[in-house]
């Protein structure tokens, strides 16, 4: 397993990998892998003839007051975790070395990340959306595989491919999950054991949704009272929005014949977590 930190020597090997007719594919990750991140490496290695995973913790997609600083770092766990995928390239750059200081250019996908964790992280999703575009131009894959825990990522990643015309084929992969139903998560690292116990909330919250959305005949507004009041019994969960909108627009006041994502976030002492579920018709 090669690890590489320079964006044009990453170019240059896919460049070589393409002249042989190798099929490339990208797992992005800000790295503190867990199950979860090898759930979507096995995907790509299913997939590819050469798979990368990239290894960047993003500065442009934390806002002020978040976790960039702290958010949890393990680069030698993580390539020993890579290497019983296994992938052919860790590619590993410094944040000099995907943004220049004086960079002016950022990727905005609009109305898609108006809403659910849009209003409350700022910048967020330009963040993220910039820094994929940038990694499909110096990896070059064929495909990208992503988690479907972070949904509306998904989405707005989806819809950039689409608007931009990138020849990537984006392949989602469903939530992982740990035996007791808790989304796996880097920031689950953060949660003490009480905390980790407050979290399993959110999967229960979304149960009862689902459990909602099966029982009958109902609205949106209903499923999202579901999720609610289950969130409001645990003392130690501060809600930040619990939503049900259209799985494919992410837009409020969804048709109930078509896809709902019901989606949660909320903090957990001062642990964000999110979680969701497609409720199909």
């Known amino acids: 397993m090669m690890v590489i930190t320079s964006p044009g020597e990453m170019t240059r090997y896919s460049s070589d990998a393409l002249q042989r007719g190798e099929r490339i594919g990208l797992v992005p ?3 503190c892998l867990h199950e979860g991140h090898l759930v979507l490496m096995r995907e790509g290695r299913r997939r590819s003839a050469v798979l990368v995973a990239s290894i960047f913790v993003n ?3 934390f806002g002020p007051g978040e976790d960039f600083a702290r958010y949890p770092r393990n ?3 993580d390539c020993a975790m890579l290497q019983t995928v296994p992938v052919d390239v860790v590619f590993a750059p410094e944040p000099s070395a995907m943004y220049s200081p004086d960079a002016q250019t950022f990727v905005d996908v609009g109305e898609i990340t108006s809403g659910l964790c849009g209003p409350h992280r700022p910048g967020h ?3 993220v959306t910039t820094v994929v575009a940038k990694l ?5 894959p064929h495909l990208a595989v992503f988690g479907e825990k972070d949904f509306q ?3 707005a990643i989806q819809r950039m491919v689409r608007d931009l015309n990138f020849d990537v084929e984006i392949i989602p992969v469903p939530i992982v999950r740990e035996k007791d139903g808790l989304a796996m998560s880097s920031r689950n690292a953060y949660l003490s054991s009480a905390e980790r116990e407050d979290a399993l909330a959110l999967s229960l919250a979304i149960r009862a949704a689902r459990e909602k959305h099966r ?3 109902c609205c949106a507004e209903e499923i999202v009272f579901a999720a609610t009041r289950v969130l409001n019994r645990m003392k130690g969960i501060a809600i930040e929005y ?3 909108v259209d799985a494919e627009t992410l837009a409020r006041h969804p048709s109930l014949d078509r896809p709902i994502l019901v989606a949660i976030a909320a903090r957990v002492g001062k642990t964000r977590l999110i979680d969701n579920a497609v409720l199909q018709p």
């Open 29 to 31: 990750t800000m790295g």
């Open 59 to 61: 500065p442009t997609q």
């Open 75 to 77: 680069f030698e766990r």
């Open 125 to 127: 999703f330009r963040g």
């Open 136 to 140: 499909f131009n110096i990896v070059k």
């Open 153 to 155: 990522q998904l989405r």
């Open 215 to 217: 029982a009958g005949p």
């Open 242 to 244: 619990v939503e049900a």
